[in-house]
Nanobody, 126 residues
Framework: QAQLVESGGGLVQAGGSLRLSCAAS????????MGWFRQAPGKEREFVAR????????????YYADSVKGRFTISGDNAKNTVYLQMNSLKPEDTAVYYC???????????????WGQGTQVTVSS
């Protein structure tokens, strides 16, 4: 059974950093888009970042929400079946539950993703 498990969340002061991990298992996610989303209390789930392997040119294509561009970096380790989200210069407004997701098609809408992790809490104090 396909499974995505996030880890690495926690409490950090504003300006600090965290690295989230998403371990994939149960099936191959080759060719899938891997994404990170977040949901703050009382708010809709929102797109954060995504990546997709470009087999023709042998590199990952990445895309970020404007709110995290320049501060967050998505990356992957194929050997470990793990996707990462490096978060730097964290702000209190980054506080949310962060979810890892995998989908066959590329995009920023959560409805495009077929598999989801259980989420990991990130809290940024001011």
């Amino acid at each position: 059974q396909a499974q995505l498990v996030e880890s690495g969340g926690g409490l950090v002061q504003a300006g600090g950093s965290l690295r989230l991990s998403c371990a994939a298992s149960g099936r191959s996610f080759t060719g899938y888009t891997m994404g990170w989303f977040r949901q703050a209390p009382g708010k809709e789930r929102e797109f954060v970042a995504r990546m997709r392997w470009n087999a023709i040119n042998s590199y990952y294509t990445t895309y970020y929400a404007d709110s995290v561009k320049g501060r967050f970096t998505i990356s992957g380790d194929n050997a470990k079946n793990t996707v990462y989200l490096q978060m730097n210069s964290l702000k209190p407004e980054d506080t949310a539950v962060y979810y890892c997701a995998a989908g066959r098609t590329s995009g920023s809408y959560s409805s495009l993703y077929d598999y989801w992790g259980q989420g990991t809490q990130v809290t940024v104090s001011s």
